[in-house]
């Protein structure tokens, strides 16, 4: 039975640039709760070391039931499209050079599972995985909070957004030529009218 592997590299060190605390014991795993800006802070700052966790967990789910197929995968850029999804989720003001950001990461990322002579299959199971991981992670490091709740929200709506844009730039050269030199304006458009939607309360100080 063949049991995937994610190859990766650069192993990280955790850091905590927001100023979390973690307690021991039983109860909250945080000191003070923090807020969803200063999760993205983190999450942005320290990129390598959370992709390096979350690539660690993507391991460990391969390596048991119901043993996830995940073919080799070059994971060298998953850095900026964590970085680029939590900076354009995790804030309260819809930007649209950072949208743009988002979208054009989130684009290049299927170009390059294409290049790499990877299927369309393999962008789906790495987002699934990187939900997966990256929520666990996220209660590890922050604590199972309603902060943590909303952050893993937004990241996993801006997740979704970017598996669609992948899968955009995988099949980019399948797509007539208006459709795909249109898809980063569209894309983008679309991400903003989502961010318009939430309520800046949520994203705290």
């Known amino acids: 039975m063949y049991r995937g592997r ?3 590299r650069r192993p990280g060190k955790y850091r905590d640039p927001a100023g979390f605390g973690r307690q021991t014991g039983t109860g909250a795993a945080l000191v003070q709760e923090g807020t969803v800006r200063s999760i993205r802070r983190t999450i942005c ?15 460990a789910i391969c390596d048991r ?11 060298d850029h998953l850095n900026e499209l964590v970085r680029a999804t939590a900076d354009a989720a995790l804030r309260d003001d819809p930007d649209e050079g950072i949208a743009r950001h988002f979208v054009a990461t989130a684009l290049a990322h299927g170009r390059d599972r294409r290049t790499d002579g990877h299927r369309d299959t393999v962008v789906h199971q790495e987002f699934l995985l990187l939900r997966r991981a990256l929520r666990d992670d996220l209660k590890e490091q922050f604590g199972t909070t309603p902060v943590t709740h909303r ?12 598996e669609i844009a992948s899968l955009h730039g995988f099949h980019e ?12 304006d569209r894309l983008s ?6 961010m318009a939607d939430w309520p800046p309360e949520d994203i705290g100080g």
């Open 45 to 59: 700052e320290d990129a390598p070391a959370v992709v390096d966790r979350v690539l660690a967990r993507w391991q």
């Open 189 to 194: 458009r679309e991400w903003l009218r989502v």
């Open 151 to 162: 952050a893993m929200t937004r990241l996993e709506t801006a997740l979704s957004h970017a």
């Open 65 to 75: 039931e119901p043993w996830w197929r995940m073919e080799h995968v070059d994971a």
């Open 173 to 184: 050269l399948d797509l007539p030529a208006e459709a795909a030199r249109n898809a980063p």
């Open 6 to 8: 994610i190859e990766y």
